[in-house]
């Protein structure tokens, strides 16, 4: 290996630095080989993961200047290595390509679970999950120099700031998330809230204090990490007590980001390694979506059926309420309903020009009709004449009713005594029209009798809408007693129809 093909990098440095070669040999023939950032005067920060050849060095040490104005400790995170060309551009072409892939997967995996959040919103465990990934996402983009490549190097301040930011909100969101994934409901999140309100606390102090104070108090943030970690195991503790579905797995599937951060934590004191940290909360935000994924499409499932067999019910509910009111043999109103029609009638007649109309019809003989035909064929006959009734001609605002086990009731609004007998008389015929058969060979025709009676406007005659009906009624016998097949008007009963 030849010494102009190595190279001195620098991963990650946040001050401004400068680099010497101090030959073991000579330590008066130091050589400048590299530097970046402003080492006096106004603050310009060092770019991210610079490298610098070593030509023509000999044996000698490796002395790195560091401003140390943006970071109180220094701004070393990563240590300086030495390495060959060829080999930390493939270093370096990996590094950024596992970047990127850790970038568009926290992406895709925000956009699933937001997706997830808006088709299923009773379970807020998918939001959560897509604000843990855009957190990731946020810090991910600060760790890997992007900013500085779109912004220049003057952002790095700020950079910084964000990069202690991000580790509230990330912590914040993940004790928000394991809430929610393991109660399933908004009502657990009075912790997370009270945290949210702490760690905002936080990022606003980070933002306004000098950037010193910040890196010098890092301890705080570390405290905050701590806390949060152990509310969580308090969660889970709860829940594994109460027998929560899935505790045991959203609890061990805490290790896996835990031990990395443990991890990195060692890494950054020893200045040598590979943070892990990212790619382990990747990982695991990925498992818990799929997971999630799968408990909301049963949720939505449960939904749907839900939502069906509570339309199922619905629509009985009103089929119930619609029947309430009739008979279920004809489909007609019954008598309960009729009355109803015939009391709201009596009140409105008054505003009328011909007053108020009633019929009563009754079929004739029905029990010796029943009694031939039997009982299912006798039902028949009365759907047949219900039909028959229905079909002659009744206005929308007429009301045809079946009262009695025979007997049916048509009530006229605004409907004088003759228009209403030429309605009686079609109504009659078409009964009259019907026929059926009796002991397979007797074809009996089918009549009926009538009672008609008119209250007009201000008609004093009848003081209640009953007493109306009690007059068609006793048109109705007279009719019978005439000889059947007849109506007869209570208000003129020597002229028959």
Not at 270 to 299: Q, T
Not at 425 to 437: K, Q, V
Not at 447 to 475: I, N
């Amino acid at each position: 290996m030849h010494q102009q093909q190595l190279v001195v990098a620098l991963p990650r440095v946040h001050d401004a630095y400068r680099i010497f070669w101090v030959p073991l040999d000579a330590p008066e023939d130091s050589l400048e080989i590299g530097a970046d950032g402003t080492m006096s005067g106004p603050i310009v920060a060092s770019h991210g993961t610079r490298a610098y050849a070593l030509e023509g060095v000999r044996e000698g040490l490796l002395v790195i200047h560091v401003r140390k104005s943006l970071s109180s400790f220094g701004g070393i995170l990563s240590a300086p290595f030495i390495a060959e060309a060829g080999s930390y551009q493939d270093r370096l072409q990996v590094r950024r390509v596992m970047e990127g892939a850790i970038m568009g997967t926290t992406l895709l995996v925000a956009l699933f679970n937001l997706f997830l959040f808006l088709a299923y919103r009773k379970d807020p465990a998918s939001l959560l999950l897509a604000l843990t990934a855009a957190a990731l996402l946020l810090r991910a983009v600060i760790l890997s120099g992007t900013l500085e490549i779109l912004f220049g190097g003057d952002i790095r301040p700020l950079r910084v700031r964000l990069e202690y930011s991000s580790v509230l909100i990330l912590a914040w969101a993940a004790y928000a998330m394991h809430q929610t994934l393991i109660w399933q409901k908004f009502g657990e999140l009075r912790g997370p809230l009270l945290f949210a309100m702490v760690g905002m606390l936080g990022v606003a102090l980070i933002f306004v204090a000098p950037l010193p104070v910040v890196t010098a108090d890092l301890i705080f943030l570390q405290i905050y990490c701590v806390v949060v970690i152990g509310l969580m195991l308090m969660t889970s503790a709860r829940a594994i007590a109460q027998r929560q579905k899935d505790a045991w797995f959203y609890t061990l599937g805490w290790l896996v980001p835990l031990s990395a951060g443990i991890h990195d934590v060692h890494i950054s004191q020893a200045y040598d390694g590979v943070y892990l940290l990212n790619l382990a909360f990747v990982i695991f935000v990925c498992v818990y979506s799929l997971k999630l994924g799968r408990r909301v499409a049963a949720g939505i499932t449960r939904a749907d059926i839900v939502e069906e067999e509570r339309g199922l019910r619905a629509q009985l509910a009103r089929r119930a309420n619609a029947m309430e009111g009739h008979d279920p043999l004809t489909g007609l109103p019954n008598r309960a309903h009729f009355e109803d029609e015939l009391a709201l009638a009596w009140h409105q007649k008054d505003r009328s020009r011909d007053g108020l109309t009633l019929l009563l019809l009754e079929i004739d003989n029905y029990s010796a009709l029943r009694d031939c035909l039997g009982a299912n064929a006798a039902q028949s006959l009365l759907r047949q004449v219900a039909n028959a009734l229905r079909t002659n001609g009744l206005r929308r605002l007429d009301v045809l009713a079946r009262i009695n086990e025979a007997e049916f009731a048509v009530l006229l609004s605004d409907t004088n005594i003759d228009n209403a007998r030429l309605v009686a008389d079609r109504l009659r015929h078409g009964i009259e029209a019907l026929s059926t058969l009796c002991d397979g060979d007797n074809l009996l025709c089918v009549t009926a009798s009538g009672g008609l009676t008119q209250a007009k406007p201000c008609d004093t005659r009848y003081p209640t809408a009953f007493a109306m009906m009690d007059s068609a009624r006793h048109a109705l016998q007279q009719a019978k007693a005439a000889g059947k097949n007849r109506v007869i008007s209570a208000d003129n009963p020597a002229e028959p129809s």
